[in-house]
């Protein structure tokens, strides 16, 4: 996959932009949102879209580059759980990370957190430029996160921009001049920097490739090959080496430990991780939120690498991954309602711990937590669209309708979000035979997205037996 300039972009992905530019000229920036987030649901490399997006959420949020502490407390807890989602995705489709990210972005267009999230999904969807744009505004608010310069550098790297990402490396190689990864990192942006001097236009223009540089294509190929074959288990092996001798000069150095646990994972050797993180937990203590976040992580990944090695051929694949599932499924709602329980006023917690009771079918349960969830401002369209399906699962359609109808009044933006409350709205008009009503909802959506679930082929069979 790769990035789309405007040109490179079909017809009607075109014409629904320049809506969206339209709208953002005459200053009706939340229309703007709407339009740019559905053309990059069906274009995500669409960059001078991605770059629009941008504009019009920071201009949407009073124009400032700078995210005021009010702002950060205010989006913290509604943003968390679709942080989690976030990093989920990003194992399993970036794509979907992506979008998820510019959920967050649309409500904080300055998050520092989203926008790690989003270069992450960019840099694994091969979108250099989009990873660029969130970096920048990252290194920008914290000017001191070493790991966000080096991405950026990365990035850099990544787009032919050799020069800026060997600037960054030099300068964090004044600060810290006996960091052999960085010394080692140097080198090998150097090394690209050099190979593409010569034919940056061609590159940057997207008509050509490192590889045109080169008059000896056989040379390309190798250079190539002998890049793919570094092994970054064996990096990692070394730095853990390293850093397990640093530890024995300092045993209570909790942030090498962590480092250790960090390499561990990256390295799938998630029984080892955890055994690092629990290491730190019984000589500091389970304090720490963000280390229970990452254990968390680490544990929901350990799952997920179990379910990627089944053999799909193999006689037992179906019970094995129903198997690896449901323990996932359990370790996730125990996990979120230990969390829920430790901090009962994070409405937040209480959303993600709704949507997994609904997600298993416990829909009494899951009605109390959305329930609660109403109170964070941030979710509470979702938890009240949730709070309805919950009603509608227990044949309770009338409480159902009247929480989805005051979902859709307080529903300005016509987005993904509201073609979900009325398709489900829909749903239960159906269910209790209101087939008038119920075509009505499905109609608002078909006039927007035809191709949204099975909108299309209802409104279509509605009018062929009614033409």
């Known amino acids: 996959m790769a990035e789309k300039t405007l040109s490179q972009a079909p017809r009607p992905i075109r014409e629904q932009y320049e809506k ?154 004044s600060v810290h001049p006996g960091d052999l990864r960085l010394a080692e990192e140097l080198k090998d942006i150097s090394a690209r920097k050099t190979l593409a001097e010569g034919g940056y236009d061609a590159l940057s223009s997207g008509t050509g490739s490192y590889r045109d540089i080169l008059k000896n294509k056989d040379e390309a190929v190798a250079l190539e090959q002998e890049h793919r074959q570094i092994k970054s288990d064996d990096i990692a092996d070394r730095m853990i080496a390293e850093y397990e001798a640093q530890l024995a000069k300092e045993p209570n150095n909790f942030k090498v430990l962590r480092s250790i646990a960090e390499l561990q994972t990256q390295k799938k050797e998630f029984d080892k991780a955890l055994e690092t993180y629990h290491r730190i937990i019984a000589q500091e203590g389970a304090s720490d939120a963000s280390l229970q976040k990452a254990i968390s992580e680490t544990t929901s990944r350990k799952f997920e690498h179990a379910l990627s090695q089944l053999d799909p051929q193999a006689a037992d694949y179906a019970e094995q991954s129903a198997r690896i599932k449901a323990e996932r499924a359990a370790f996730l709602l125990a996990d979120t309602k230990e969390r829920a329980d430790r901090y009962p006023n994070d409405l937040g917690i209480r959303f993600e711990l709704g949507e997994l009771y609904f997600q298993t079918g416990k829909y009494a349960e899951a009605s109390q937590e959305f329930q609660k969830a109403q109170g964070n401002p941030h979710k509470r369209i979702p938890a009240m669209m949730y709070l309805g399906q919950c009603f509608a699962q227990r044949n309770m359609n009338d409480m159902a309708i009247r929480r989805l109808q005051d979902a859709l009044k307080e529903k300005l933006v016509f987005d993904d979000e509201k073609k979900e409350i009325l398709y489900a709205l829909g749903m239960v008009l159906e269910k209790m035979g209101k087939k008038e009503e119920a075509m009505e909802q499905y109609k608002q959506i078909y006039e927007i997205d035809m191709g949204f679930k099975d909108v299309g082929p209802k409104v279509d069979a509605y009018y062929a037996g009614n033409g």
Not at 33 to 62: D, H, M, S, T, W
Not at 66 to 79: N, Q
Not at 116 to 142: C, D, R
């Open 20 to 173: 969206g530019r339209t709208a953002f000229e005459r200053k009706n920036f939340e229309y703007a949102i709407a339009i740019f987030n559905q053309v990059l649901e069906k274009e995500p490399g669409f960059y001078e879209c991605r770059e629009c997006l941008r504009a019009a959420q920071i201009q949407k949020a009073g124009g400032t580059s700078g995210t005021t502490f009010f702002k950060r407390m205010l989006g913290g807890a509604g943003a968390s759980p679709l942080l989690a989602r976030g990093q989920v995705e990003l194992m399993r489709n970036p794509v979907d990370a992506l979008k998820t990210a510019e959920q967050i972005l649309n409500g904080d267009p300055n998050s520092i957190a989203a926008h790690k999230l989003l270069a992450q999904a960019a840099i694994a969807s091969e979108f250099p430029k989009t990873a660029i744009l969130s970096l920048q505004i990252v290194v920008k608010n914290s000017p001191k996160d070493d790991e966000a310069q080096k991405d950026l550098a990365r990035a850099y790297s990544a787009n032919n921009e050799g020069e800026k990402a060997e600037k960054i490396f030099s300068e964090l190689m």
